[in-house]
């Protein structure tokens, strides 16, 4: 047993560099299952300078002094950001109040509808069956409205959290814009002077992970803005509600699209019933998947994400069961640093592999 493991030692261990990098992904995991919940202002404002230091490198290869380009980028973030708080949430939040308002004629038309059931299908359906599936979907939204009524009596805290969020991460997103070469050199110092695993494994990944993030925000806005407008266009209630969600969906791969079909044919169900429209509206939603699948994914990650979709559906199931929201979101650049892990790794009788 001994012989088997001073092996493996030797043959994954065999220099400093890999013992070192070991402990850095230690002291990183044990942070983010301990601490994940205090830091998350500090992973907001890394996602967010991931997004904006794109457009800081594009004016800077126009030959824009590092400072401006810096200045107007963090100006034009601000700006999108109290274009949000004020115009934006207040407009969605007056959408959410209309929903909740046309709950109890949702409710009497779906009543209506299950009634209808054991006449059209008496073989099928029976009238103690309706009875039971209207008892407990009554049960149901008198449960979900006891849970909203008191969660506003815990917005307090919510509140409390968003102000934080509001004054912590743009201040840090401005520093780490500034000082964004200071705070790699800072890092840097604290480790070894050779580390060519880990100088491969960080290339790879700066390139990668600030695409995927810049890729997945881009994929967003367009899904987003393309379903609020097609909606719009079909008379469908509640687009932008509706648009919020296809664009957040994305986040989760192949399986946000699934998700989301059930409120939107809900929403279509109880505005037409089975008609023409909601027809329409199922097909074209198809079809903007059938896009967003086979073009604009392949169109901004074709460079990002070499990954299998079983890859990919085991990284959001596990990092997703870990880290909740985050590992959701971040399940693909975590199973591509895996990969250039794996890729990289000083195995002695081995080259290191060439960076990307």
């Known amino acids: 047993?001994?012989?088997?493991?001073?092996?493996?030692?030797?043959?994954?261990?065999?220099?400093?560099?890999?013992?070192?990098?070991?402990?850095?992904?230690?002291?990183?995991?044990?942070?983010?299952?301990?601490?994940?919940?205090?830091?998350?202002?500090?992973?907001?404002?890394?996602?967010?300078?991931?997004?904006?230091?794109?457009?800081?490198?594009?004016?800077?290869?126009?030959?824009?002094?590092?400072?401006m380009a810096v200045y107007l980028v963090y100006f034009m973030f601000v700006g999108l950001t109290v274009l949000t708080m004020f115009v934006f949430l207040p407009f969605a939040w007056?959408?959410?109040?209309?929903?909740?308002?046309?709950?109890?004629?949702?409710?009497e038309q779906s009543r209506a509808l299950l009634m209808l059931l054991p006449e059209n299908y008496p073989e099928v359906f029976t009238a103690d069956q309706v009875q039971l599936w209207l008892n407990s979907i009554q049960q149901e939204v008198g449960l979900i409205a006891k849970n909203i009524f008191s969660y506003s009596f815990s917005s307090v805290p919510l509140i409390a959290s968003v102000m934080v969020y509001l004054v912590?991460?743009?201040?840090?997103?401005?520093?780490?814009?500034?000082?964004?070469?200071?705070?790699?050199?800072?890092?840097?110092?604290?480790?070894?002077?050779?580390?060519?695993v880990m100088a491969q494994i960080w290339h790879e990944m700066n390139d990668q992970l600030g695409n995927y993030i810049r890729g997945k925000?881009?994929?967003?806005?367009?899904?987003?803005v393309a379903s609020f407008t097609i909606f719009t266009l079909l008379g469908l209630n509640y687009s932008l509600l509706l648009s919020v969600l296809i664009g957040l969906a994305v986040i989760v791969p192949?399986?946000?699209?699934?998700?989301?079909?059930?409120?939107?044919?809900?929403?279509?169900?109880?505005?037409?019933?089975?008609?023409?429209?909601?027809?329409?509206?199922?097909?074209?939603?198809f079809v903007l998947h059938i896009i967003d699948a086979n073009i604009l994914v392949p169109l901004i990650f074709s460079e990002t994400v070499k990954l299998h979709p079983i890859a990919i559906l085991t990284a959001v199931l596990v990092f997703g069961g870990i880290w909740g929201f985050w590992g959701v979101f971040f399940a693909i650049p975590l199973a591509t640093f895996i990969k250039a892990i794996i890729r990289a790794w000083p195995i002695k009788g081995r080259a290191i592999a060439p960076s990307m």
């Open 1 to 67: 047993m001994i012989k088997v493991f001073n092996g493996f030692y030797e043959r994954y261990f065999s220099e400093e560099e890999a013992i070192i990098f070991t402990l850095l992904l230690l002291i990183f995991f044990s942070v983010m299952m301990t601490l994940g919940s205090i830091i998350a202002p500090l992973l907001w404002s890394l996602v967010l300078t991931f997004l904006l230091q794109g457009l800081v490198s594009s004016l800077e290869k126009l030959h824009m002094h590092h400072r």
């Open 217 to 224: 925000a881009l994929q967003m806005i367009i899904m987003g």
């Open 94 to 107: 007056n959408r959410i109040i209309f929903f909740i308002n046309d709950m109890p004629i949702v409710m």
């Open 254 to 285: 192949f399986l946000g699209a699934t998700f989301i079909i059930v409120p939107i044919f809900l929403v279509g169900f109880f505005q037409w019933g089975f008609s023409a429209d909601l027809y329409q509206v199922m097909i074209v939603y």
């Open 168 to 196: 912590l991460v743009p201040i840090m997103v401005f520093f780490m814009l500034k000082d964004s070469k200071k705070l790699l050199n800072w890092f840097e110092s604290w480790l070894p002077e050779k580390r060519p």
